[in-house]
């Protein structure tokens, strides 16, 4: 018999099937938890422990943990899939050889294995350990201290496997709701469904239509739900922070403990000189910080070395490898010369002349690149005011004395304090001219130490967004927002910006400071071509812009 179904009926159970597939598989993903098995042995009574990266590094609170037991060589742990980035195993608290015979991470079925076959493929050392080797059916490991660890961050296979999983329960539960809202059409208009019979079983099937469609109209609302709220609840993070938001911040100890509030992937640690800086050998899926906390290493091949000093738009932030930021593209573009990149996110005049002081010089570098003063006025007058005197660091300075005076409060050792009075604020323009005069002498400083060390010093104003004839619709997006939240546009913030520079370089210019205006440059004011990441931050392009500038400028300085 044909089956006759309206274009109504036909566009409503469309319409079910995709809402529910794609709701049901954003629900699946946050469900799945995987099993990783570990066999391997180990001297000692310690416990083997797990940790997983989510987005917020490695921590207790995502971690999972087991006594070792006499005679038992495999122990399961269970990890979510959700947002996995990386995976840390933690054999035992023991300084005796590790031997691990397999790895495998299993739901339903066994989604990734790792074993001698394969060589472990992607399990690197991280601590403690001495010498590694993979045979053909362990893992051999030699620990160099009583912390032992290895890490793996090539999880592609497995999150892909996984993804077919969450695909099919998708599938299958956007197919039968579909289904049904189907066969439901078809009874209203009193047509027997082709797909039941008559008698017990349909009428069973009847009754059970109602609670299982509205078992799966919860299924598919509650994910639904679920986005709308936090979309609605999550303050929205200007600042553009990468792919899985790699680039937001933590704070830690100089051990690598989490003192922050922030628990992102792309950790600071506090420093006596800068305030903070990078957290040493770090990495994820979009930069690696090498042991002495520099982006990308130390190209130790070239003899010649550049230092570029700076914030996060000198870090690269948002760029999604190491080889997209401009400190690289140099490097790629001098023969001879190797670029260091030793930006820090949030990094002020007054933090970069510690850093070159008490770190930097240390590498003996034939020149250096301050790429800034965009942080310099947005960090200091548009975020926050200051009491006069308090320029050239970051306003994290100001949350770690809020956090320790509520410290203090808490255990009865100090009164409440006042706020800071707006009495002890200059007028406009008077906090502007100290702010350039602070800003101004710290580079004059930087300078004078540079030519004292026998290195040269180039000072490159960088560009923001504003200046942008020709702005994409997704830049001009950022612009709104930027100017919503914090009166980007309506404050003058691009007019007291160019202010900043020009006076800047009227002191350079007396100085004989060379520089590179990249807010006034034709390259950036005149580009079609989509260049920001957010208002500040540029995207690959915009990197390749600031390196030929570079280049030109230090070729022309070099041949001299």
Known sequence: MSVRLTTYQVVVSAAVFLVSFFSLAYLAER???VNLAVSFHAAGDTQVEVFWDSGQGFSVEQSSSQQL???IEKYYFSIPIWRLRSIRLDPCACETPISIKEISA????????????????????ANDIGDIKSEHDRLAITPSGNDPYLVQR?????????????IIIAFLGAALLCGLCLWRFLQKKGEPSPSFDSGAFTRGAKQLSGPIMLTGA?????????????????????????????????????????????????????????????????ESSSYTIDANGFRGGIDTQKGGRFVLIGGSAAFGQGLESDSETFAYKLSQLLPEHSVINA???????????????????????????????WNELFDQYLSARRRSGQFGFNNTFFTIEERLAELAKAEGVMEATASISLKNIPDDNAYLAELERTYTTNIIKMYDFAVKRGAFLLVVFQPELSIKKQRTKKEEKHLEKWDDKYGYLTSGFPAKYRQLIDGAKKTLIERDVPFIDLQASPSFRDSAE???????????????????????????????
């Open 69 to 71: 037991q006499p005679g």
């Open 343 to 373: 930006g820090v996110v949030g990094f002020l005049s007054g933090q970069e002349l510690s850093m070159m002081v008490h770190y930097m010089d240390s590498y003996q570098p034939k020149g250096y690149i301050v790429f800034d003063g």
């Open 106 to 125: 299993d739901w339903i079925f066994q989604l990734r294995r790792w074993d001698g076959t394969n060589k472990f493929e992607g399990w690197a050392p």
């Open 218 to 282: 919860l299924l598919v609302l509650l994910p639904v739900a679920y986005m709308i709220f936090r979309n609605v609840t999550k303050e929205e993070v200007l600042v553009y922070l990468g792919v899985g938001d790699d680039y937001a911040l933590s704070f830690v100890s100089t051990e690598g403990y989490t003192l922050s509030k922030q628990r992102g992937p792309l950790r600071l640690v506090f420093d006596p000189f800068t305030l903070y800086r990078n957290f040493p050998s770090q």
């Open 31 to 33: 469900i799945i938890f």
């Open 154 to 166: 090539n999880l592609r296979q497995l999150l892909k496997n996984a993804s077919i999983i969450r």
């Open 530 to 560: 989509e260049l920001y990441l957010d208002v500040v931050h540029l995207n690959p392009k915009g990197n390749d812009l600031v390196a030929q500038a570079l280049h030109r400028k230090l070729s022309a300085m070099l041949s001299k």
